[in-house]
Structures are given as structure tokens and as C-alpha cells.
């Protein structure tokens, strides 16, 4: 049996009364003896709304189909007495969106189906974008441009849309190998001439109701293809907001059109050369702050320790730093960086026994900090900084450490 947002989904206010609840993990649920309230299913989110009783407004947040029937989920954990009238009201914006994508889907699909013989395997009503997961390993550009014509074609022609119910065995074989056994009364949504198809949703009277549609993006899905697409009043936000993006991106590179885009793809790849110049020249400028620190540095044991704070450094100095000062064997660098909380960086050059990452599970106590590495290279950050105690347990540490004998 339908229930009435089937019947009629353009229903968006109705008068019927309370026939019993549900709870569920502290959530309270209604049972009403008319529904229009769209339950979840099929790929397409359930309506939401509110019921009024007693001049009190309850929000309904959610609505599924379960065994004791239809469940219309409130906010919070009062609800309308069993047996109580209740007026209700489906949101109208949200329904029309649903509606918009969930048609808009029925055409796209029939569109790679008669086109190009791929089935859709999946359908997802989201809130930014809605999916269709293909039966196709790759999508090119061009298909998906003579698809979106097509569709568009088919909503502008304003094609009449026919819900119909069948008995199973008045349906062609064709069809019915697309549907779930057991379904003896089946619902048909029809584009006459372009598509058929068994759906519970809801669907508008006419495809021009669908809006504009736009085919967004495609990506692989376990060797499947899907495909994000919106349609209606999405694809009119959509458009306003890339000629807004369009608009602030032209004013940025002082042109407009394809002059624009190539004017950015010129500064990107100067942007780039600039990078890499960068990452070179900061380079050689690590290696001259690094010998410069050589006279700083002490001699624990045999080590040539650098430990220094720098307070206008980051992580990336930090780490570049340390990588020239280490470049020459038997150094060890504990470097700080920042005002607070710290960068910190522990590293050794070739020659040096002691495992930095040991060091540093001293470390993190004594600064109240945390981090992870490796035996050769440590990062982290540091709540405090007590540079004298941790000079001293540094040096202490080294110390004790090429004292103890080497493993045989």
C-alpha cells in the first residue's frame, strides 16, 4: 500500500492523529495513523518537519520505516499522548531538493543506459552533492558533456512523469531483473519513452521540475566510476558561486576569460621555479648558519653537541639545520625553536652511537612535550623550555652513554 507522499508528495500539511510510540536509545519516536512524512529509503534521506498538538510544535529530525510501522523521531524526549490529534508540516525546501535530485537521477541513469549501456549499481541523495556509482571503469570528458546535454534536454522538454503501481506479472523481463524477489505490487516511476524504472520516492509531476542539471566531478570507487552531480536549486547556488569564484579570480590576475587562466598557469609555473630556487638558497643558507654555530658547540665525550634556541625559527628551519649541521660525522644537534609551545628537533651524524629517539624520552619529561622519530632524527613539540636543565641532562645523558660498553 502507498502512503500519501507517494500519492501525492506535493501534501505538505495534513491533519491526522497518534497511534502509538517507539524508544530507542533514549530518542522518542511517533506512530501516526496518516503519514506524509517521507521515511528513509531507496538512497533518498527522509523528510523532516514538525507536528503541532495543543498548540505545542514537536520537530520531527528524522523518519524510517520499521516493523511497528512508520517512526517519525523527535527532538528531545517529549511527544504528542497516543490518541491526540496532530497537524503536520513537511519542510517544503527540503522536499523539493530531494525531489529535484532523486528525479534528476532517474534521468541521468536512463541517459548512460540507453546511451552507452551502463547500469547504475548505487544511488546517494547527500546534502552538497548526490552519487551514482556506475558500471563503468572509466568516464571521459566528453561523455560526460554529451550526457549533461542530454539531460538537460529532457528537462527542458518538460516530460509529463507518471507513478504507477503493477501486479509482478504484468512487467516485462527485462524489468524485473532489476527488481528485489518477493514484490508482488510494484511501483513504477515513468518518463514515458525514456525511462522506467521501480522507486518508493518522491518524484515531481513534470522533468522540468528537475531544474538545471550539472554533472560535477567523477572518481574510482572499486573499479567503478562515481559520479557527483546536482540538480534544481542546487545547481543554481552552484553557478552563482562559481561567477562569484570566477569573478574574484579574474580580478586577481587583472583579466578575464581564457586570458585569465593562462595568466595563472604562467604565475604557477613561476611560482613553482621560485620553490625549488627557494628550497636551494635556504640550503646553503643552513649550511652557513650551521658552521657558524661551530665555535657554540660542545664536546661531550667525544660528540660536538649543538644545542640552541632559536626563537624566530620553525620546524622547517629547525629541521634544515639540523640536517647541515649533522652532515659532517660525530655531530649531534638538539635544536628549539618558536616562543611558545616550542618546535623541537634532535638529530646525529654518522658516527654517533647514542639514539636520539632515547634522548628524547628524557627529553619530553623534563620540557612537558611529546614527539617521535627514529634513532638518527627526532620532532616534536615542547610545552616549556628549561634551557639549563636540559643542557645538563642532555650533557649528562651523552655522557653516561660512552661510558657504558659498546654491544659485542
Given amino acids: 500500500m502507498q502512503g500519501i507522499y507517494q500519492v501525492d508528495p506535493y501534501l505538505l500539511q495534513y491533519r491526522s492523529k497518534v497511534v502509538g510510540h517507539v524508544s530507542d536509545n533514549g530518542k522518542v519516536g511517533v506512530l501516526i495513523e496518516d503519514n506524509i512524512f517521507y521515511p528513509e529509503g531507496g538512497g533518498q534521506p527522509s523528510d523532516r518537519g514538525t507536528l503541532v498538538c495543543a498548540r505545542r510544535s514537536y520537530e520531527v529530525v528524522h523518519v524510517e520505516q520499521r516493523p511497528e510501522g512508520i517512526v517519525h523521531w523527535l527532538a528531545g524526549t517529549d511527544a504528542p ?25 532517474h534521468i541521468i541513469s536512463a541517459v548512460f543506459e540507453q546511451k552507452y549501456g551502463w547500469e547504475t549499481i548505487g544511488f546517494h541523495l547527500g546534502e552538497e552533492t548526490s552519487t551514482i556509482d556506475l558500471h563503468v571503469k572509466d568516464l571521459s570528458g566528453q561523455v560526460l558533456q554529451e550526457v549533461e546535454t542530454e539531460v538537460n534536454r529532457i528537462v527542458m522538454e518538460n516530460l509529463p512523469v507518471k507513478v504507477e503501481t503493477y501486479q509482478r506479472a504484468a512487467l516485462s523481463p527485462e524489468l524485473l531483473k532489476r527488481l528485489p524477489p518477493g514484490e508482488e505490487e510494484v511501483r513504477l516511476v515513468i518518463i514515458p519513452g525514456i525511462d522506467e524504472n521501480a522507486c518508493c520516492g518522491t518524484h515531481p509531476r513534470y522533468t522540468g521540475e528537475v531544474g538545471p542539471v550539472k554533472l560535477l566531478k567523477t572518481e574510482k570507487i572499486r573499479g567503478q566510476v562515481r559520479l557527483h552531480f546536482i540538480c534544481g536549486e542546487r545547481t543554481v547556488r552552484w553557478m552563482w558561486q562559481t561567477a562569484e569564484s570566477l569573478r574574484k579570480l579574474e580580478q586577481a590576475v587583472g583579466a578575464s576569460g581564457s586570458e585569465a587562466i593562462s595568466r595563472l598557469e604562467k604565475r604557477e609555473a613561476a611560482l613553482k621555479k621560485l620553490q625549488k630556487e627557494r628550497k636551494e638558497l635556504l640550503n646553503f643558507k643552513y649550511q652557513y648558519l650551521a658552521e657558524e654555530q661551530w665555535q657554540r658547540a660542545l664536546d661531550v665525550g667525544g660528540v660536538l653537541v649543538l644545542m640552541k634556541h632559536f626563537p624566530e625559527a620553525d620546524m622547517e628551519m629547525l629541521r634544515g639545520l639540523a640536517a647541515a649541521w649533522c652532515a659532517k660525522p660525530g655531530r649531534l644537534a638538539v635544536l ?20 636520539v629517539n632515547r634522548l628524547a624520552a628524557d627529553l619530553w619529561p623534563l620540557c612537558k612535550g611529546k614527539g617521535g622519530g627514529s634513532p638518527d632524527f627526532v620532532q616534536g613539540k615542547a610545552q616549556a623550555l628549561p634551557l639549563k636543565e636540559i643542557q645538563k641532562m642532555i650533557t649528562e645523558f651523552i655522557g653516561n652513554s660512552s661510558q657504558e660498553p659498546s654491544p659485542t
Fill in 81 to 105: 499522548s497516543a490518541g491526540a490529534g496532530v497537524f503536520m508540516r513537511v519542510d517544503a525546501e527540503r522536499r523539493r531538493d530531494h525531489m529535484q535530485q532523486h528525479h534528476g537521477q
Fill in 336 to 355: 628549539t625553536g618558536g616562543n611558545g609551545p616550542f618546535d623541537v628537533v634532535l638529530a646525529r651524524g654518522e658516527g654517533v652511537e647514542i639514539p
